[in-house]
């Protein structure tokens, strides 16, 4: 059984911090990752993808990688209140002969003014 | 660009009815379709994906069931909805290789009353 772990928080930031937010999965056999960024009552939308270990920069959100320790993270810099959302961690690997997807249950994030 | 189109938006349905839900795909061929259902506060349970036309893989036993007719469609059925069935469903695509993120529809909104 695949398994991807998010803390479902709500993490706290407020307006211009940095957010932090964590993900683990347990099959060492994963090869992408996708930090997906969901509105209530919205579907979900892609904010990062990743996968090579170590980081990736795109505008205010950086992706970082270890596979030997089986993590990925998202950092968002000068968050903001329109940053508040649900963000899903997503990973694929090799499944029965297909990519099959896994995503953790998410991560709340409330950015205060 | 790839679009998937998903309806309806959002449904309230007697316990004991049938469901059917529909999503088509434009702009490629031959996609990998997911559905997947979040309950309130959840993450992304996945139901079914399909890899072609009659091809379908239940990661669930529910009491639910999909069908594939078409290349660019997939249906989501029940012969007769429960409480537990309500939920925001959505429809996804995936490539079959490993490396592309998920595009998402926009999601049906289903209350089984």
């Known amino acids: 059984q695949k398994e991807v772990e998010q803390n479902s928080g709500p993490l706290s930031v407020p307006e211009g911090a940095i957010a932090s937010l964590n993900c683990t999965y347990s099959?060492?056999?994963?090869?992408?990752f996708f930090w997906y960024r969901q509105y209530s009552g919205k579907s979900p939308e892609l904010i990062m993808s990743?996968?090579?270990?170590g980081d990736k920069e795109d505008g205010r959100f950086t992706a970082q990688l270890n596979k030997a320790s089986q993590y990925v993270s998202l950092l968002i810099r000068d968050s903001q209140p329109s940053d508040s959302a649900t963000y899903l961690c997503?990973?694929?690997?090799?499944?029965?002969?297909?990519?099959?997807?896994?995503f953790g249950r998410g991560t709340s994030l409330i950015v205060h003014p | 660009s790839q679009t998937i189109h998903q309806w309806p938006a959002t449904l309230v349905q007697p316990v004991g009815s049938p469901l059917s839900l529909e999503c088509t795909v434009e702009?490629?061929?031959?996609?990998?379709l997911y559905w997947y259902r979040q309950a309130a506060g959840r993450g992304l349970q996945l139901l079914f994906y399909?890899?072609?036309?009659?091809?379908i893989s239940s990661e669930v036993p529910q009491n639910l069931s999909a069908s594939r007719p078409q290349d660019r469609q997939f249906i989501l059925s029940s012969k007769k909805l429960l409480l537990s069935d309500s939920g925001f469903y959505l429809c996804?695509?995936?490539?079959?290789?490993?490396?592309?993120?998920?595009?998402f529809g926009q999601g049906t909104r289903l209350t089984v009353v």
């Open positions: 996804a695509w995936w490539a079959s290789y490993r490396i592309t993120e998920a595009f």
């Open positions: 099959d060492r056999g994963s090869q992408s």
């Open positions: 990743i996968y090579s270990n």
């Open positions: 997503a990973v694929r690997g090799e499944w029965r002969g297909s990519y099959i997807p896994t």
């Open positions: 702009g490629t061929s031959n996609p990998n």
């Open positions: 399909s890899v072609g036309i009659g091809q």
